[in-house]
Each structure stands twice: as C-alpha cells, then as structure tokens.
C-alpha cells in the first residue's frame, strides 16, 4: 500500500495541503498563501486518458493559466499548450502558445525541431497538427551520437568520432567543427573521462591534460603554458590539497561530518606562517563563523533562527555580523526573504541602518518591494504571468516606472514604454530568434536605431545606429548624437580581437553654438599569447598607440 500526505508542516507552522483522485494521482496541491486567502487551489490537475493529454492550472490573482499537454501513443510529451499574452496591434493580447513541433525517426531521436507558433485561446485543449518556422535539423550515427545539427539559416555544427592516440595511448576522438569551419578534439578514455583538449587559434594548438587517480579524481590539470594544477584528496573524496601555478598551494582540512575546517592559502602561508590559516566553526553543519588569522574583528558569525520564532525564521539563518556592521532576514510563509534590515559602522559615532522589503506570491514572483527611503515599487504581471507595468509610491507620490511591456511567444520583449513616454520595439530574426532591431522613439521621434549582425556562432559582428540627429529638432536642438558603427572581430576562440568605432557626428563647443564636425575612426587591436606578452594595440584615426603587457605569473 503507498502513502500520500494530505497535509505537510514545516519548522515555521506554515502548511501544505494535497489531494489525491480514487487512483491515487494528484489533483491539488494549496501553498500557504492560497490557504491563507481561502483559494481552493495553487496547482491543480486534470487527467484525460482516453485523449491522451493532462490539464494543469496554475492559479494566479490576474487569471489562472492553463497548460496542456498531448501523448502520444508510447505516451512520449509530443506538445504542450499554455495560456500566452503576445504584442500584437499595439497592445497585449491573450492566445494559446503552441510547443514547438519535434520529429522523430523510427528509432525515436528527434531530428527535426520547429519554432513555438500561437493559436486562439478557445483551441487550447485540441491537439495542433501545424508546424511552426523550422528550428534545427539533426542528425546521427549508428550510434545515436549526433553527427551533425543544422540550423534554419544553413549553419551547420559537425561532430566526428574516431580512436586518436593520448600520449601514446588509444582513446575515443571527438572533433567538433563549428558553423565557421573552426573545429575542436577531444579525448575520451574507456571510463567516460576527458583525458585531452585540443583548440586551434592562429596556428597554435592549445591543449590541456586531464590526469586522474584510480577513483576518477582529477589529480592533475596540464596547461597550454606547460604549467600544472595539483589536487590531493583524502579516502572519503574530500580535497585536501589545490597547488594553482598562479593562485600557489591551498591546503583544507575537515571535520567527521564532512565540513570545512581550516584553509590555507599560499599568501597567507607567506605572510603569516602555517598557523595562518582561516578555521569555520559550526553549529552541527550550519555554519556559525568564520575566523581570520588576523584582526579579530573581521570574523564573521552568523545566527539562525529558533524553534517557535516569529516572522519564520525557525531553522534559517537569522543574522550574519561582521566587521562592517550586521544584516538580519525575515522570512515569507514559503521560506523567502521578504525584508532585511542592513546595519553600518560607518565610525563608532556614524550607525545607519537600511530596511530594505519584498513580497512574493506562490510563484515567487515579485509582488512589492519597500526601499530605505520607503519608496514602494509594484509589479504588474499578465495573464501569463510576465512582468506588464512597474509603478512607483513614494510618500503617497504615485508615479509609472514602466508603462507596457510587451513580448512575443518566444517570451522576447518586444515592446516597452516607460514612465517618460520612452518607446522601444525589438525585432528578432525569425531563423535564429537574434535581435536584429532596437528602435528608440520619444515624443515620436527616433532617437536610436540600433541594427544588429552577428557571425554563424552567433558573435556580434557590427552594431549600426542609424539615427540622424539633425531631425531631433524639437528635442535635440544643439543635434547631439549622431550615426555610429561598432565593429567587432573574433579569433577561433571567440575572444574579441578588434573593437572598431566609427562616429558621423561629434559636436563640440558652447550648446548655443554648436560645432558640427565629422570625425574619423577608433580601431581597438586585442592580441592573445599563451606565455609572456599581452598586446593591446589602439588606433585612433591614423595614429597608433602599442602597450605590451609582461606577464610575470
């Protein structure tokens, strides 16, 4: 016979509540803020077997939000459906967001994925035999391993296996060759470990030596630069010992339960002596301080909440103390932070004190947050439980933080107005869900349009304003601003190598009297080494500047 709780209580006294059908499947579950207003569920679940879906309802004070899910016939999740607010037409509007559709082959591996698309609310409990904009397809060996996953611009990422040699001694090769032609080994031993890394930047080949003890432990980290990271452990896995080429030796010791009971670190081992290590106290395994080798006033403490105290704090921590002043938390019915008071010395003669709150819904969701200056701020959510407006009461001040948020079914923004009038729309690409557009208007007026573009691996490429300033008349008379190009560049480990800076406009002088000027371009140079030099090149215009960074560690 299986038993289910019908009710849990926790340390706090705060309870949960469960109810089962004759079958002994779910129906509710009632969180602590639902019983405390009387709502008759938190979740709840509804089974429809014969069709092959189940119904969930999440309660929510601005609508519950419904969320179906379809079988198939090996009951394998095939699509879900779930109430969704879309920016359509200049304002948010409620539909049904369908999963995106997965195909698979005959040996059930999904090799073809589609978009999310949306549907009207009132079809939200029927199967949809659409298909969304195409997503990626994949594709695999003999065995199940993915060979290759194209993307619905082209881009394609291939992966290739075959037995390499590690030291001289046979292992799985992995070699992954990435949309931009770049590719990548990595070798594996019988046990699944990762025994070598290979990358390739600028003709240089940069590898990295895993070395492991008998249980698997990584004993040693071989880098590019011929230097090593040591690790030692003791007979229950614990790490005793971390010896970093840069960071120097760490040794740890522990108590029997496990917990950390001294560190050493190479500094304070130069500095102090072996006794100079930091030790941690604890009260059964909650932390209680941490000690300092020296100035006694910088240790810290902290303090937990006991049996029968108030604002739930039983069992959680209640106060941590140290030598800048001390901060106290108060808990929420479900166990969350829902105000703090921070304390600082500033000087023995200068204490302030913050209060900083926040309340939260079942979802956790922000709800209120009071500030020091008792300025309160409240979030506005959708009928999909998206953040829509943000406002603002400060000493009876009423005032709009964020006006309209508006997002696709992707769950992208797509639209936000703020308090002042601001607009912004966002435009994604529908191959890649990229952000292509950000257009900037006030008074109906662009002030930025921003266009993006990117490489196949998805690095920023270019940032174009197009804006022109001198249409701004009526907000911008000095024609402030003005076009500009960001350029970037990146090598075969997408680190950034060129930083480039166009400006059309530039204005100096008095704002009465502005002085318009074109202007020519930044080139900023990053060139990465494996040992000894740094160099970090600047051109500005025609002139170049060179700063060789020696590394010394």
Same mark, same amino acid.
């Given at each position: 016979?299986?038993?289910? @709780?019908?009710?849990?209580?926790?340390?706090?006294? /705060?309870?949960?509540?469960?109810?089962?059908?004759?079958?002994?499947?779910?129906?509710?579950?009632?969180? @602590?803020?639902?019983? !405390?207003?009387?709502?008759?569920?938190?979740? #709840?679940?509804?089974?429809?077997?014969?069709?092959?879906?189940?119904?969930?309802?999440?309660?929510?004070? !601005?609508?519950?939000?419904?969320?179906?899910?379809?079988?198939?016939?090996?009951?394998?999740?095939?699509?879900?459906?779930?109430?969704?607010?879309?920016?359509?037409?200049?304002?948010?509007?409620?539909?049904?967001?369908?999963?995106?559709?997965?195909?698979?082959?005959?040996?059930?591996?999904?090799?073809?994925?589609?978009? @999310?698309?949306? $549907?009207?609310?009132?079809?939200?409990?029927?199967?949809?035999?659409?298909?969304?904009? +195409?997503?990626?397809?994949?594709?695999?060996?003999?065995?199940?391993?993915?060979?290759?996953?194209?993307?619905?611009?082209?881009?394609?990422?291939?992966? &290739?296996?075959?037995?390499? *040699?590690?030291?001289?001694?046979?292992?799985?090769?992995?070699?992954?060759?990435?949309?931009?032609?770049?590719?990548?080994?990595?070798?594996?031993?019988?046990?699944?470990?990762?025994?070598?890394?290979?990358?390739?930047?600028?003709?240089?080949?940069?590898?990295? =030596?895993?070395?492991?003890?008998?249980?698997?432990?990584?004993?040693?980290?071989?880098?590019?630069?011929?230097?090593?990271?040591?690790?030692?452990?003791?007979?229950?896995?614990?790490?005793?010992?971390?010896?970093?080429?840069?960071?120097?030796?760490?040794?740890?010791?522990?108590?029997?339960?496990?917990? +950390?009971?001294?560190?050493?670190?190479? $500094?304070?081992?130069?500095?102090?002596?072996?006794?100079?290590?930091?030790?941690?106290?604890?009260?059964?395994?909650? +932390?209680?301080?941490?000690?300092?080798?020296?100035?006694?006033?910088?240790?810290?403490?902290?303090?937990?909440?006991? &049996?029968?105290?108030?604002?739930?704090? &039983?069992?959680?921590?209640?106060?941590?103390?140290?030598?800048?002043?001390?901060?106290?938390?108060?808990?929420?019915?479900?166990?969350?932070?829902?105000?703090?008071?921070?304390?600082?010395?500033?000087?023995? &003669?200068?204490?302030?004190?913050?209060?900083?709150?926040?309340?939260?819904?079942?979802?956790?969701?922000? /709800?209120?947050?009071?500030? @020091?200056?008792?300025?309160?701020?409240?979030?506005?959510?959708?009928?999909?439980?998206?953040?829509?407006?943000?406002?603002?009461?400060?000493?009876?001040?009423?005032?709009?933080?964020?006006?309209?948020?508006?997002?696709? =079914?992707?769950?992208?923004?797509?639209?936000?107005?703020?308090?002042?009038?601001?607009?912004?729309?966002?435009?994604?690409?529908?191959?890649?869900?990229?952000?292509?557009?950000?257009?900037?208007?006030?008074?109906?007026?662009?002030?930025?349009?921003?266009?993006? #573009?990117?490489?196949?691996?998805?690095?920023?490429?270019?940032?174009?304003?197009?804006?022109?300033?001198?249409?701004?008349?009526?907000?911008?008379?000095?024609?402030?601003?003005?076009?500009?190009?960001?350029?970037?560049?990146?090598?075969?480990?997408?680190?950034?190598? *060129?930083?480039?800076?166009?400006?059309?406009?530039?204005?100096?002088?008095?704002?009465?009297?502005?002085?318009?000027?074109?202007?020519?371009?930044?080139?900023?140079?990053?060139?990465?080494?494996?040992?000894?030099?740094?160099?970090?090149?600047?051109?500005?215009?025609?002139?170049?500047?060179?700063?060789?960074?020696?590394?010394?560690?």
């Amino acid at each position: 016979m299986n038993y289910a @709780p019908s009710v849990t209580t926790d340390l706090n006294g /705060q309870k949960m509540e469960y109810t089962y059908d004759a079958l002994g499947r779910q129906m509710t579950i009632r969180a @602590p803020y639902e019983i !405390e207003s009387g709502q008759p569920f938190t979740i #709840r679940f509804e089974y429809f077997p014969a069709e092959r879906k189940a119904h969930t309802i999440h309660y929510s004070k !601005e609508g519950n939000i419904d969320t179906y899910t379809f079988a198939d016939s090996l009951m394998r999740a095939v699509q879900t459906k779930q109430t969704g607010v879309v920016w359509s037409g200049g304002s948010n509007q409620k539909v049904s967001i369908v999963s995106g559709r997965a195909v698979t082959d005959a040996f059930g591996r999904n090799i073809t994925a589609y978009y @999310p698309m949306t $549907e009207t609310l009132g079809n939200i409990g029927t199967y949809n035999h659409a298909t969304g904009n +195409l997503q990626a397809k994949t594709e695999y060996d003999a065995h199940d391993r993915t060979t290759s996953v194209t993307l619905a611009d082209g881009s394609v990422t291939r992966t &290739a296996y075959s037995i390499g *040699s590690h030291d001289g001694e046979p292992m799985l090769q992995t070699t992954v060759t990435d949309a931009l032609g770049r590719h990548a080994e990595c070798y594996t031993d019988a046990k699944g470990r990762n025994r070598e890394t290979v990358q390739h930047a600028r003709g240089e080949d940069i590898t990295v =030596k895993y070395n492991y003890d008998p249980v698997g432990q990584v004993l040693t980290v071989q880098h590019p630069n011929g230097r090593e990271t040591k690790y030692a452990y003791d007979l229950l896995g614990r790490k005793l010992m971390v010896n970093h080429p840069d960071a120097g030796e760490t040794d740890m010791t522990y108590d029997a339960a496990g917990n +950390l009971l001294t560190k050493l670190t190479a $500094e304070l081992r130069k500095s102090i002596s072996d006794k100079g290590y930091i030790s941690y106290t604890y009260d059964f395994e909650r +932390l209680h301080e941490v000690l300092y080798p020296e100035n006694l006033f910088n240790r810290v403490t902290y303090t937990y909440g006991k &049996a029968g105290d108030k604002y739930n704090r &039983a069992g959680r921590l209640a106060l941590v103390e140290d030598a800048s002043g001390g901060e106290a938390y108060y808990y929420g019915r479900q166990g969350e932070v829902t105000k703090t008071i921070r304390t600082v010395m500033a000087s023995v &003669a200068d204490i302030r004190t913050y209060v900083y709150g926040t309340t939260y819904d079942s979802w956790n969701r922000v /709800q209120t947050m009071t500030y @020091p200056d008792g300025e309160v701020v409240t979030y506005h959510y959708n009928a999909a439980g998206q953040v829509e407006r943000m406002t603002s009461n400060k000493q009876g001040r009423q005032s709009v933080i964020v006006d309209r948020i508006g997002y696709d =079914k992707e769950g992208h923004t797509v639209y936000t107005k703020l308090g002042n009038g601001t607009e912004a729309t966002y435009t994604y690409d529908k191959q890649r869900e990229r952000l292509q557009v950000m257009n900037l208007t006030a008074d109906g007026q662009t002030v930025m349009e921003n266009r993006y #573009r990117y490489d196949a691996v998805d690095n920023i490429l270019s940032i174009t304003n197009a804006a022109n300033p001198t249409s701004l008349t009526k907000l911008n008379k000095a024609k402030l601003g003005g076009r500009s190009s960001h350029t970037y560049e990146y090598d075969e480990l997408n680190r950034l190598v *060129s930083f480039g800076m166009y400006t059309e406009f530039l204005v100096f002088g008095h704002k009465k009297r502005p002085k318009l000027l074109k202007f020519g371009r930044f080139v900023y140079i990053f060139v990465y080494v494996l040992r000894k030099t740094l160099i970090f090149k600047v051109y500005c215009g025609e002139r170049l500047f060179l700063l060789n960074l020696q590394i010394v560690s």
